[in-house]
């Protein structure tokens, strides 16, 4: 089974400008996260897809973040315009059902963003 | 506000210790709990995972769960180096994680 494909590995941008990852889950999984990890911190949720609808984006900075899962398979996280403290790995996770309680998260290798 | 706690560490074990982790968390609807493993520079891993009081054992792992306390543990018996790494406590309802706690197991 292939794993949950991210992209780019790393990026690195100035300040101001704007950046966009991209997700593939692994197949057939109906929920997708992104997730923000600063480093000697844990992983911090952005924002919870189940299928093409949102479920959670309680903790995305929705004046310079978006996110959207079109046709309820890939996903890309854009962050525009990006500040210093968003340099960061950017996770991303699929899981069958976010409703089964034994659905854990599988993640993808990330994507380490460096904003200079 | 839905928290999920761990003592960040670092926490220092000798080889063939066992090795004690601690969550504790603040949503009673919290359904099920996951353990995660990180080493440095990679994705977190799954470990293991328990939804219902009481110990779940997998190998040299054990996570605990009291959902009365709300508070959910693993221990690693047989800790050797290769366990170093942070291990990360999840909570589902909404995959929230602690910021985990840092582990080194000395030779």
């Known amino acids: 089974e292939a794993g949950v494909a991210q992209s780019p590995r790393y990026k690195i941008i100035e300040k101001r400008q704007s950046v966009a990852f991209w997700c593939n889950p692994i197949s057939g999984h109906a929920t997708l996260y992104w997730y923000q990890q600063i480093l000697g911190q844990g992983p911090k949720l952005l924002i919870q897809f189940q299928n093409n609808g949102v479920v959670d984006d309680s903790q995305l900075p929705k004046d310079r973040f978006s996110a959207e899962r079109l046709k309820g398979v890939d996903s890309t996280l854009k962050i525009q315009p990006a500040k210093l403290e968003d340099s960061a790995v950017y996770l991303c996770?699929?899981?069958?059902?976010?409703?089964?309680?034994?659905?854990?998260?599988?993640f993808g290798n990330g994507t380490r963003l460096t904003v200079t | 506000q839905k928290e999920v706690e761990q003592n960040s560490g670092p926490l220092s074990v000798p080889e063939g210790a066992i090795a004690s982790l601690n969550c504790t968390y603040s949503d009673r609807g919290s359904q099920s709990f996951f353990w995660y493993r990180q080493y440095s520079g990679k994705s977190p891993e799954l470990i293991m995972f328990?939804?219902?009081?009481g110990d779940k054992e997998d190998g040299r792992f054990t996570a605990q769960l009291n959902k009365a306390s709300q508070y959910v543990s693993l221990l690693i018996r047989d800790s050797q180096p290769s366990d170093s790494a942070t291990y990360l406590c999840a909570v589902k309802y909404d995959m929230r994680f602690g910021a985990g706690t840092r582990l080194t197991v000395k030779p």
């Open positions: 996770a699929s899981s069958l059902d976010v409703g089964r309680v034994n659905s854990p998260l599988h």
């Open positions: 328990i939804y219902s009081n």
